[in-house]
């Protein structure tokens, strides 16, 4: 079975990693956010990608979510020593080899899918991650204080503000002019189901769905949401937050209805937000919490069983992948989907 997921940051990653258990001989392609991109200390650090790459890869610090396990800081140390900002955004010194080999191979000339794939070849994923687009794309925040109103970069809102000051709007700045990077448009093509993990619906799924052509080649596919909202709260970090700036409850329904009907087939949600419905939606409660690899795997199979049984409607239905009950006729069929609604 050919699985595309868009995935973001720390709840992205731990769904693949219980994506990659559920369905272990499946070929699953990740289309990773790169609007949080940022340049510190003149490297190109990607958080997303990385958080991805480390988690699959068995380097991640599962503590924190992000970053390297048995790091050290002493470069950061040093930095600050000699008053080196900016000083709230943490780099350790494992990480840092990352992004000293990526800026490396970026100022050679090579794209940043050539180089995620370079870098993925000492991790070892099981997956291939492929960047949103090879342009340059960074989110920025506008908000209000003692300074004014101003535009800072996403990772300044998040990780120094802890978004404690609100946002007046999220812009990703240069989505008008960036392309989808090699193998994006053809992996949705070829995939027999598309996931949508739990990930930030508008920093995350929302960006990647604002590179051009992305929303539109999902729109003939079999599309499969995990809610990240489980009671009216984020499972994990301030998606509050950046729903609030787009005047979006934090609700599984809103998020939903955010997403569209034209995007999404079928849509997970928590047992606590059983009664979510959208027209022509399946919907389905179940336990949604990844407490270990074990839980996520069983959410990603909910997800994988579902996107079979609804791409099952199709008149060409995709091979199930392992273990999945629609292995044994348990399949139902899918409807045709519209022309899709404009991105998130």
């Known amino acids: ?54 988690t699959l890869g068995g ?15 002493v470069v950061k140390e040093e930095l600050a020593a000699y008053g080196v900002e900016p000083q709230w955004f943490g780099l350790g010194d494992r990480d840092f080899a990352t992004h000293i080999v990526r800026t490396q191979m970026l100022d050679a000339g090579y794209p940043l899918s050539a180089v995620t794939e370079a870098l993925c070849a000492r991790w070892q994923p099981g997956v291939r991650l492929i960047p949103m687009s090879d342009d340059r794309t960074e989110t920025h925040v506008v908000i209000s204080d003692e300074r004014g109103r101003r535009a800072i970069h996403f990772q300044e809102w998040w990780v120094r503000l802890r978004a404690s000051v609100p946002a007046e709007q999220i812009i990703l700045v240069g989505a008008d002019d960036a392309s989808p990077a090699p193998g994006v448009l053809e992996s949705i093509a070829a995939a027999d189901a598309v996931i949508l993990p739990p990930s ?21 596919k079999t599309v499969v949401g995990v809610s990240p909202i489980v009671g009216g709260a984020p499972v994990r970090g301030m998606a509050d937050a950046c729903l609030t700036a787009i005047g979006v409850e934090t609700t599984a329904q809103a998020v939903l209805e955010l997403y569209g009907s034209s995007l999404v087939d079928g849509w997970l949600v ?3 937000d059983a009664g979510v419905a959208l ?5 389905e409660a179940r336990p949604l919490i990844m407490h270990d690899i074990e839980s996520a795997a069983a959410i990603a199979r909910a997800a994988l069983d579902m996107a079979v049984r609804l791409a099952g409607r199709r008149a060409d239905p995709p091979a199930p992948y392992a273990g999945s009950p629609a292995a044994n006729g348990s399949g139902v069929p899918t409807r045709t989907r519209e022309t899709p609604e404009e991105g998130v």
């Not at 973001?8 to 559920?22: E, K, P, S």
């Not at 930030?200 to 003939?220: C, F, H, M, Y």
């Not at 027209?279 to 919907?283: E, H, P, S």
Request: charged share 25%; with cysteine.
């Open 59 to 73: 380097g991640i610090d599962e503590e924190q979510g992000w970053g390297r396990r048995f790091e050290s800081h």
């Open 200 to 220: 930030n619906p508008v920093v995350s799924i929302g960006t990647i769905l604002q590179i051009k052509g992305v929303r539109e080649a999902l729109g003939g």
């Open 270 to 272: 928590a047992e606590e």
């Open 1 to 54: 079975m050919r699985i595309v997921s868009l995935a973001g940051g720390i709840g992205g990653a731990r769904f693949l990693r219980g994506l990659l258990t559920a369905a272990p001989d499946s070929e699953i392609t990740v289309i990773g956010n790169t609007g949080d991109d940022i340049n510190l200390y003149g490297l190109r650090v990607c958080p997303d990608l990385d958080t991805v790459m480390y």
């Open 279 to 283: 027209d022509g939606v399946d919907v």
